[in-house]
């Protein structure tokens, strides 16, 4: 079994505040039909500082989604620990450290996208006034100022999407967990996507982990990308991304050649042997 | 949501169909035999005389003309109405008290797995049991309770025949529009922390509205059903269901008279759809579809 490698850097940097993450030998065991059991996820371990962006990649069956689930608190460990600011899952979980975004938008088809942004802090007595004054702030940040009275089935897949990170991003959360958002999208759009969520992270100060099949995006969006390997599902490596910081990602850095390298890195560590690519074989 | 142009192509269909039930009624009555058609000694097209199949300007003649030779005899269309309106009362009752038990019903089953596994064959079970054997039950029970000024009264046990009716599709229609959220709902639901109320508030009640809009109008015409029925055996006065036979009874002497009430009866049907049809028109807003991203 591969350890873990863990950067020394990135702990020491913020040995003075509390992680945002912190996931102690967690495993992750299903059952399944008569007794038989999967092991999702197998003796993984884990820190995030806060800001940090983390991508989490691997094949599917890793457990990588499995891996966020369990930090939302909407599956419990089997084994080992899960700290979200110091605080166990369950217990960040009710006090709203994080937001959270999935593969599709989820948004109430009977809402319209202001009511939907807002639904979060409306469930948590936020007043009215405040409320859209906070769902205003955020349908500017997300781009979306002459959509905010339309309903979901009237936007397209992106624009879902942007409030759904909208939503996520209501109640300022200092953790946002994201399982796929772009995963539905084309490629285009998903790129213009990218650009933004960096954007809005660097912002916002929020630590993420991101998770995601696709190399680039993982590279170019994050800090650090988390490699896994399925069955069970274990972390292999941890690559480091030095792209600078957010505010200065941009779509230039996808013909940078330290963006390639993060690439390579990520697919070396994926592949577990050093690929011998022929010129660039980007996908 | 639809177009006009839709809209007025169903109008024009409807139409059509009642067209053809009036040249389907007429063309038999005059190409058929005046003694019916008899297969080995069964009867299985009826007589066309005018005692069994009378005209139909006959039967809309009859409807303007007075009920009786009594003087100052209402014409038949207007106590039809008034019988019909009478009917209608009764069975609102019934229909917003079964759709009240009903809803209630199934917010206890989506509450608890246990209670949908023993409670939904009960309700499946309840729908077998005839109206018939039901109504004389209803009626000795009733007329039992007396509480202080309140007394038992007979168009109450024809209301609570009626939702007895209205009651199973709301049950059923609600629980699965209750259980219609996606698990991503639910999921995020879960993630702000909201309760079982907030989540209902939130999210289950207006999810289930495109499943509860259809289930009212079924009760709704349960509701008019059973009023219909219960009338009959109950022996309550006033209501169409009553008009229905004592104007059959008069049959051989009057027989265009009896129809009347009947298509009373199946306006009363469509008023009541309508009215549900309104209800929805008021929800209008949560019978969006989630878009596919």
Known sequence: MTTPVQTPATGAAHAASVAAISVRSAGKVFQVAKGAEVRALDDVSLTVAPGEFVSLIGPSGCGKSTLLRLIADLDEATSGEILVFGKTARQARIDQEYGIAFQSAGLLPWRSVQANIELPLELHGVGKTERSARAEELIELVGLTDFRSRFPDQLSGGMQQRVAIARSLAERPKLLLMDEPFGALDEMTRERMQQELVRICSETGAAVVFVTHSIPEAVFLSDRVVVMSPRPGRIVGIVDIDLGPGTQRSEGLRENSAFFEGVTAVREALHGSPAAPMGVELR | ?293
């Open chain 2, 1 to 293: 949501m639809t177009r006009p142009g839709v809209r007025f192509s169903a109008v024009l269909w409807g139409l059509a169909g009642l067209v053809l039930l009036a040249v389907l009624w007429e063309g038999y009555k005059a190409v058929g035999p005046v003694t019916g058609v008899q297969f080995f000694g069964q009867s299985i097209l009826p007589k066309t005389d005018d005692r069994s199949m009378p005209h139909l300007v006959d039967m809309v003649t009859r409807a303007l003309q007075p009920v009786n030779s009594a003087v100052g005899s209402p014409p038949v269309w207007v106590s039809v109405i008034g019988a019909a309106l009478n009917s209608l009362g009764v069975a609102a009752v019934g229909w917003v008290a079964g759709s009240v038990v009903g809803f209630l019903l199934a917010l206890l089953m989506q509450r608890l797995r246990v209670a949908e596994r023993a409670v939904l064959p009960w309700l499946i079970l309840s729908q077998t049991v005839p109206l018939i054997a039901l109504a004389p039950v209803i009626v000795a029970w009733g007329g039992k309770i007396q509480i202080g000024a309140f007394s038992w009264d007979r168009w109450m046990s024809v209301a609570v025949i009626a939702s007895y009716l209205a009651f199973f599709p709301v049950a059923v229609g609600a629980l699965r529009g209750l259980q219609s959220p996606d698990a991503i709902h639910l999921e995020l639901m879960r993630t702000y922390n909201a309760g079982w109320f907030k989540t209902l508030l939130r999210l289950r009640l207006p999810a289930s509205v495109p499943y509860l809009i259809p289930a009212l109008r079924l009760g709704a015409a349960s509701a008019i059903v059973g009023t219909v029925v219960a009338e009959v055996s109950t022996g309550y006065k006033g209501g169409i269901g009553r008009m229905i036979i004592e104007f059959a009874q008069s049959g051989t002497s009057d027989p265009a008279k009896a129809y009347a009430p009947i298509a009373g009866a199946v306006i009363l049907g469509l008023v009541s759809a309508g009215l549900v049809a309104l209800v929805g028109l008021a929800l209008k807003r949560f019978n969006r579809q989630e878009a596919a991203s």
